[in-house]
Structures are given as C-alpha cells and as structure tokens.
C-alpha cells in the first residue's frame, strides 16, 4: 500500500495543484503585454514575406480608417455651427454641404471597412497555404524519432491548425491597434481647441477600460489553452481506443 501511494504521488499531481498551477497561470500581470509582442516582429516577417502588396493594403487602410471618426466629429461640429448660423441668416446651403458630407465620410468608412475584411481573407489564405507548405518541408526532413515525441508532434499539430487564421489575426490586432491609437490621438488633437481637460479625461479614461480587457483577455487565453489541451488528449485517446 505505501508503494502504491508514492507511485501515485510520483506520476501524476493531485487536483488542488494542478488548481493552484492554473490560477497562478490566469493572474494577469502587465508584463503578459510586452511578452505577447516578442513574437510580433517574427510574425510580420512571415506575412510580409507572403504577400507584401496585400499586407501594405492592410495597414493602409487601417490607417485611412484611424482618422475617419475625428473628420466625422469634426464634420458634425461644422454641422452644428451652419445650423445655428442658418438659423440666424436663413440659407442652408452649408447646412446641406456638410450632411452630404457627414454621409460621403460614413460611407467611406464601411467601404474601407469592407475592403479590409476581403483583403484580411485573401491574406490569410495565402499566409495559411505557405505555412502548411513550410510544415511539410520541416516534416520531410525530419527522422520518425521526432514524430514518436508527443510533445513534438502537439507542436507540429498546433502550428498546423493554428496557420490557418493566427498570423494574420495577430497582424489584424496590431492594425487595430495602430488604427485606435490614431483615432485616439486625432480626436485629443481636436478636443484640445475646445477645452484642455477634455483631452486630459480622453487619455486617461481609457486607461481601466485597458487594464480590464488585457486581464480578462489573458485569462481566457489560458483557459482556451487548457481547453485545447485537453481536446487533444480526448482526440488522441479516441484514436487508440478505435477498433482497427
């Protein structure tokens, strides 16, 4: 019997730590943000390496859509000062200028809103069609000692799932992020001619709002990876157990 409880002790933990190794994983702490960017450079060489024109395309259009709320805002401010100019000169014609283009700038912007999500499609499949192809090249030229390492064929099946939509995704997330760091600086830009304060609360506002999705963001990352895991291991273990 006490063979039996330190073989059970030596081949698997017990549930409270494996519990107390997932919540130490879920604690968010900042520096889970600047280590999720080490691998951004290596990434924006693959895709950029895939396919240049359509990534550039990407990037232009997220910057083209980063300045189009504060021309919006900027539009309905000019909106609002001809209606009350209108009102005290009787002529409408700037009042009609500025809603026809109040209504040019929002459909530029779902136009380029579109035009994003096509060309985010076409590159992904082409960056997902080169890693496949790079995985098969690697797998080639491999001996079978490597694929009889689990851990080593879950990376490889990993890589090979994941190449259909997480390179371009992390570039998309970047682009976004890029895109509300104009707006966000575009929009202070025009808020500081009207009151300084007001710039001052849109900097600092968002600042929780960050905080609370990277935390939360990162917890369900490490969830969906256990999760993941876990598939794997029914997967495999449904394989073995099938009848030949």
Do not use: C
Not at 40 to 53: G, H, K, N
Not at 74 to 88: E, F, G, M, P
Not at 152 to 159: E, I, L, S, V
Not at 220 to 235: A, N
């Amino acid at each position: 019997m006490p063979m039996k409880k330190t073989n059970s002790s030596q081949n698997g933990s017990s549930p409270k730590s494996k519990d107390k190794k997932q919540q130490e994983e879920e604690n968010f702490k900042i520096t889970h943000v600047f280590e999720a960017l080490v691998a951004l450079p290596r990434v924006i060489r693959l895709v950029w390496s895939t396919q240049a024109r359509l990534t550039t395309a990407m990037a232009v259009l997220s910057i083209l859509r980063g300045f189009t709320p504060a021309v919006s805002f900027w539009i309905t401010k000019q909106l609002i000062d001809s209606v009350v100019n209108a009102i005290k000169t009787h002529h409408i014609a700037m009042v009609l200028w500025f809603v026809g283009a109040q209504l040019v700038v929002s459909l530029l912007d779902r136009l380029l809103s579109t035009l994003g999500k096509i060309v985010q499609q076409l590159l992904q499949d082409r960056v997902s069609t080169r890693v496949q192809l790079l995985i098969l090249q690697k797998a080639n030229t491999l001996d079978l000692a490597y694929f009889e390492d689990s851990e080593f064929y879950d990376k490889m099946r990993r890589a090979a799932d994941e190449a259909t939509y997480k390179p371009v995704l992390i570039i998309a997330q970047t682009f976004e992020l890029v895109q509300t760091v104009i707006t966000l600086f575009s929009m202070i830009l025009l808020l500081v001619q009207l009151a300084w304060w007001l710039a001052v609360v849109a900097l600092i506002v968002p600042i929780p709002s960050f905080i609370a999705s990277s935390r939360y963001g990162w917890i369900g990352y490490v969830r969906m990876q256990f999760s993941l895991r876990l598939d794997w291991v029914r997967s495999y273990a449904s394989r073995i157990a099938r009848p030949a």
